[in-house]
T-cell receptor, first 114, second 111 residues
Framework: ETGVTQSPTHLIKTRGQQVTLRCSSQ?????VSWYQQALGQGPQFIFQ???????GRGNFPPRFSGLQFPNYSSELNVNALELDDSALYLC?????????????FGQGTRLTVV | KQEVTQIPAALSVPEGENLVLNCSFT??????LQWFRQDPGKGLTSLLL?????REQTSGRLNASLDKSSGRSTLYIAASQPGDSATYLC??????????FGTGTRLTVIP
């Protein structure tokens, strides 16, 4: 296991506010991805960071932004929150072992926008 | 665009039964396929990873198969237990490095 930790676990925000979610891993993997999972749906890819640079983005507006730090921890920032942003936000690290690249997820942050 | 479908959406079985969960994907150009388990309100736990060149992987009572050319994977669970109750998600990894997920199969194992 790679010990992916997300904080906070739960969060309630008001429409129009901004939020920052955090992710770190025990092993300091250099590739981190963020996903949004609405209730009853599969996770949807938001973006990915590799060595502090964004290197892939899903169909999400620019108000979803991120950072990756030198220690490979990461943040997801969402501005101008909308009610539809209510979801479980998942962080994943990619662990490369030879030709295998396996994704390991954190426990998620449950965001509720009211 | 890659689309992943999981059938059935929900499944209820008595304890001890063997069962099969299905996953299909539209674009066969994948690097690997991963099966995950998700308990209510929790994150994803990786169960099995199958490389595109492999046909199956086994871990304990779980066996996953992959037929890349037909865009199908199955997760076989032997001798199901109440603790297996969860949502099972499959995801395919493409060249863009992100995962495409299905909507999951919600499994209930009845004691």
């Amino acid at each position: 296991e790679t010990g992916v930790t997300q904080s906070p676990t739960h969060l309630i925000k008001t429409r129009g506010q901004q939020v920052t979610l955090r992710c770190s891993s025990q092993s300091g993997h250099n590739t981190v991805s963020w996903y949004q999972q609405a209730l009853g749906q599969g996770p949807q890819f938001i973006f990915q960071y590799y060595r502090e640079e964004e290197n892939g983005r899903g169909n999400f507006p620019p108000r979803f932004s991120g950072l990756q730090f030198p220690n490979y921890s990461s943040e997801l920032n969402v501005n101008a929150l909308e009610l539809d942003d209510s979801a479980l936000y998942l962080c994943a690290i990619l662990s490369r072992q030879g030709v295998n690249t396996e994704a390991f997820f954190g426990q998620g942050t449950r965001l509720t926008v009211v | 665009k890659q689309e992943v479908t999981q059938i059935p959406a929900a499944l209820s079985v008595p304890e001890g039964e063997n069962l099969v969960l299905n996953c299909s994907f539209t674009d066969s150009a994948i690097y690997n396929l991963q099966w995950f388990r998700q308990d209510p309100g929790k994150g994803l736990t990786s169960l099995l990873l199958i490389q595109s060149s492999q046909r199956e992987q086994t871990s304990g009572r779980l066996n996953a198969s992959l037929d890349k050319s037909s865009g199908r994977s199955t997760l076989y669970i032997a001798a199901s237990q109440p603790g297996d109750s969860a949502t099972y998600l499959c995801a395919v990894k493409t060249g863009a490095n992100n995962l495409f997920f299905g909507t999951g199969t919600r499994l209930t194992v009845i004691p």
